[in-house]
């Protein structure tokens, strides 16, 4: 279970977009947006849910309206490209932000930021586009529970076999849903076939 693909034609249809090296910075953040809400649907499945009554045009009827507090957490500086459409599914959602910088050499992710609400109840996305190595994805969580979360779901466009199996060592029954399992890191520990660097892409820088 831990891992969910994505399973939709149009989910495909825009990471191939994403993919493509020659997709300009504006584009890359619209087709962000665009398959982040895809996943965002994916991952509040089993958000709590309440009965209640509305009256329609022509009579009373019960209805099943969102009855659980949700919170998302962007890791910086990519994630921040997924939040915009998860806030705008859920409005009331509680938002932390988490930010963490892999060393270019090490790969290893350093915290330089860190501001979250009580998470206590609340259902929570971490967002990260990236699962590499699934450092910055283990560090995040394990922050985002020390703040009270217990149901978290880890959302990312791409993730890799390496990061998966971290993950799941680190947070074992923390579901990750994703668009796409790649096939491996490489020397750099970028994800391959992947799609570059993520923020890079998103916010055009070198
Ligand atoms: C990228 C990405 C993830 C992380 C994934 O961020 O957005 O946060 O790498 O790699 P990992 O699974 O090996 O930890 P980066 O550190 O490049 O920072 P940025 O978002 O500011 O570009
Ligand atoms: N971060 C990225 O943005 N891309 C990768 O492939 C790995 C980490």
Redesign the pocket.
Known sequence: MPLQVLDHPLAGHLLAALRDKSTPPEQFRRLSKSLTTLLVLEATRRVGTKEIEVETPIQKTAARVIGQKLAVVP?????LGMLEPAVDLFPDVAVGYIG???HEDT?V?RSYYSKLPDLEGRYTLCL??????????SQAVALIRSCGAEQITMVCVVAAPE?VARFEASHPGVPIVAACLDEKLNER?YIVPGLG????RLYGTP
């Open positions: 890791i910086l500086r990519a994630g963490l910088e892999r790969a992710a990260d586009p990236m699962l590499a190595t699934g450092g910055s994805a990061g520990k660097d993520f923020g890079d």
